[in-house]
């Protein structure tokens, strides 16, 4: 199995692509261009995407991904719901925060339209996939947003999204996070996996789970 | 709205407590004023006044009076 880290240079956030011979699975397609131009150098099949939570920054090309390789999106119940609304996705106000943060005008590649979207499939609390020979389990990790899930493969990778950064501390400030939620909930079962677990996070550099916690 | 009121909204925002935040005070001063506060002034506008607040809109606030005069 080889994980596929993709970038965007335009929103920040990460891609990835997990395949096993020439299937694969796809997490947070926000970058649409950045997919197809690495789908367009390999030989794969979109099996599932896999939204890890409902912020534009990590969602925004999933209805052209989805189109174009024929591929089923799934969240939780709650991204879905959330992804409908282009307030609760944060598309709406996108733009005016990436000026914010970096006090220049939003450049026209970068720029994002209000959108939504939704997931095909939805689950609640937690579910269970095999895919090609590997667990997969998907649950519900609320505190950074509603809708936030975390992706364990093999109880070895930890897909994570905005819920647990290397260098970052968790924002729980976006309409929907909750710290109480966070530490009542999603950092005990953090602390359940096993400490090599390596964390794939929406920004940033992958790395030990037992280095952070 | 009161302006109590919107303090009242603005200090629910900001997760400052009752009475922590004056009309008179200087933005730059306050420690809660970051990027996320900011963000979260551009969701309360949208929210509870129906305005769609831009970064040159915030730029010019200086105290926490001015932002209280736009949200009339």
Redesign the interface.
């Known amino acids: 199995m080889l994980i596929h880290t993709l970038t965007s240079n335009y929103y920040g956030s990460n891609c990835y692509i997990i395949s096993e011979g020439d299937h694969a699975i796809l997490i947070d397609p926000a970058d649409a261009g950045l997919v197809r131009d690495f789908l367009s150098r390999e030989d794969l099949t979109i099996d599932l995407g896999i939204l890890t939570h409902e912020h534009c920054d990590h969602v925004y090309g999933c209805s052209a991904i989805r189109e174009e390789y024929n591929c089923k999106m799934i969240a939780s119940r709650i991204c879905d719901i959330n992804l409908r609304d282009n307030?609760k996705n944060y598309s709406?106000?996108y733009n005016?925060?990436i000026?914010?943060?970096t006090r220049l005008p939003v450049d026209t590649q970068s720029k994002m339209d209000p959108f939504t979207t939704y997931a095909d499939e939805v689950f609640e609390n937690e579910k269970t996939l095999e895919w090609c020979g590997h667990i997969i389990v998907l649950r519900e990790t609320p505190g950074h947003s509603q809708g936030s899930i975390c992706i364990v493969i093999d109880n070895s990778y930890l897909f994570s999204g905005d819920t647990l950064m290397k260098d970052d501390s968790t924002?729980t400030?976006?309409?929907g996070g909750d710290k109480e939620q966070l530490a009542q909930i999603t950092l005990p079962w953090f602390k359940t996996l096993p400490e090599s677990i390596i964390v794939y996070a929406g920004h940033g550099e992958s790395f030990r789970l037992g280095d952070k916690l | 709205m009161s302006d109590s009121e919107k303090i009242k909204l603005l200090e629910d925002a900001f997760e400052l407590d009752e009475g922590e935040l004056a009309a008179d005070a200087a933005l730059a001063d306050l420690d809660c004023w970051d990027s996320m506060a900011k963000l979260t002034l551009i969701v309360l506008m949208d929210e509870e006044c129906g305005k769609i607040l831009k970064s040159d809109d915030i730029k010019k606030f200086v105290t926490v009076q001015d932002i209280l005069d736009y949200m009339e």
């Open positions: 307030k709406r106000y005016s925060f000026e914010i943060q924002e400030h976006f309409i």
